[in-house]
């Protein structure tokens, strides 16, 4: 209980160091950019493909640091490594004041599993050691831009599952020096990643 405990407040404060400088993006000349991430992403960054994320409304900080991880190879993704390889810093902040200034179309989650969906997301499983996800992403899953905690509200289901399972598996690592992400997500059983990941879509 005391680990639990431990993990929940340390992820309310670990992320603090890793907060980008304050994006000086363009919006209008993001836009103009974004014609290459629209067949995947959407034209408004609400991607209704439910593999690939939901960009709209996303904080400008997390969407250079994304792309920055995916130029670099640090986030691996070959179809995004090939997408970022080639923009500059200023495309990149440029792309993310577009996408940030969009707003998110919210999705609707599973009945069957919303209320276990809300459970875990607001008081995790202490008996296993998942921390509530609300105590990074908010209680609305507005995220925290200060703190790089990106907001998940509205998100497709399954893009959140796959990123959950990657980071249980160790395939995504990129996140921070101790690992906040793989080891939660290493602790969640396939029912509570399905759930979480229903409950997130439709959470506004």
Known sequence: ??????????????????GTSRAAGDPA????KSASCAACHGADGNSVNP???????QHEGYLIKQLTYFKDG????????????NLTEQDREDLAAYFSSQKVKIGAADPSLVEFGQ?????????SGVAPCMGCHGPNGAGNPASNYPALHGQNAQYIENQLRGFASGQRHNENAKKM???????MTERE????????QGLH
């Open 51 to 57: 593999e690939w994320p939901k960009l709209a409304g």
């Open 193 to 200: 990643i399905r759930a979480v990941a229903s409950y997130i």
């Open 181 to 187: 992400m793989q080891i939660l997500a290493s602790r």
């Open 1 to 18: 209980m005391k680990n639990w405990i431990a993990l929940t407040l340390g992820l309310l404060s670990i992320f603090i160091s890793y």
């Open 74 to 85: 640090e986030r691996v993704n070959e179809t995004m490594k090939g997408m970022a390889s």
């Open 119 to 127: 459970k875990i997301y607001r008081s995790g499983n202490a008996s």
């Open 29 to 32: 000349a993001g836009k103009e």
